[in-house]
């Protein structure tokens, strides 16, 4: 998750990009916990784990989901960052919606 | 080898008494020893029997709480890819107090409702320290590394020892490893195969600690991938080729491709094949891979300098070397999962962390970074 924070520094003052965090956590207390540890910079929402699995088809975290400005899907990550250059590849993904391709 | 079918043996009886009618006092000290080796699902059965007896209520009832207490708060990450089951937490105290009830006098069954009550109330919970035991039987093994001496039937000794006291795959790789480190090849191979049946038995009786279906098949193909690369690794040593490739492959299928070590073994096997175009693709695919140790992506860009394509190519090794890590860090990101892609982001019933319904129409015409996480 730090890297999305590295991320976000980059496009935090641009106002057409968003961040949205989804926990799918069951457990309240070991979220706030987590979120008091992280100080996220970036809003965060939940979702039950169910309507992740049945609606997002998410099965494994994290999965991240990039957006088109139309509303569309068009990129999907699932799972831990096996390769090295974390921030690099989400503003490639961002880079690429924000032009529109 | 046998070594080996003594382990099966050992196997054998424990499958023979779990499918055989036994006493209650049998089944309580079945599901203890099961549980003793974090084998949750076969100790549950046996415990939850135990406790129809009313000699064994008691006991059993207290076993079943402490295990649910312990699935409930205390395994998040102790063992690879578990987490707590918040599920689990209530079943905890349900028992605990029904051991208390079967027998009021039971000290031991208080403390632990006591304990349970404890977590129940706390803001957090931390998990369970790993068991000095467990830590004792894997330093001992990992110990033979560095004891080229030492008779192999002492490492096969140490790996039973390590394997008896807890049912995960981890002992028969890093035994595995041992024994192809010594040219003991063929051992090593046996015991890889076992750990994989092994991995695939401890995740099955675990399963729902993995939470998510990803997260289980995630550790399932680990465990496949891992004996599958080290069967490959040991027939590479005994120039088996053909079988070490084939292995090989089954591993990086397994692993995505994604593994630093098979990548780095499939570069080795094509070298001693005479594929340089092939090794160079695996010892690429390795070292754009992170979190390997330096030693190895030492001797994979070693390996490299004698493979580079067109060695007059401007910049020299480094910036081709640079070139084409960044091309196959560029392919991954292209070849992105498809599901939902292309299609409209679904209406999710998202709320705030307080559980208000989440007001998300400021997202509305932006590019958006939308990231699912859990916090375990």
Known sequence: ?101 | MQRRVAIVAAVAIVVATASAQTPAREQLARGRALWDQRLAKSAIAALEAAAKDKDTAAEAHEALGRLYTYKGWLQDNVLPGLHDEPSFRERALVELRAAVAADPTRASAQEALRTAEGYAAAEAVDPAPPRPEIRALDAKLQAYQSQPAAPVSEILDALEGRAKAQADPAPYFAAAQILIDRGEYDRAISIAERGASVSDRFIDENLSAYMLPGKSQGSFARGRSQAADLVGWALFQKKVYAGAQAKLEEAERLSQGADFANQFHLGELARAQNAPARARDHYLNALSIAGAPAPLRQRATQALTGLQADPSSAGGFEAWLEAELARRRDERKASALKSLIDRPLPKLALTTIDGRPYDSSGLRGKVLLLNFFASW
Not at chain 1, 52 to 76: E, K, L, W
């Open chain 1, 1 to 101: 998750m730090p890297h999305l924070k590295t991320s976000y520094a980059k496009y935090q003052s641009d106002p057409r990009v968003a961040f949205l965090l989804v926990s799918i956590d069951e457990d309240s207390k070991r979220l706030q916990r987590y979120l008091n540890e992280m100080k996220f910079p970036f809003p965060v929402a939940r979702l039950s784990s169910e309507q992740a699995q049945q609606v997002m088809g998410i099965d494994n975290t994290p999965s991240t989901f990039y957006v088109g400005s139309d509303g569309i899907v068009r990129y999907m990550v699932v799972g831990g960052e096996s390769h090295g250059d974390s921030p690099a590849r989400v503003g490639w993904y961002i880079d690429q919606l924000k032009t529109g391709k």
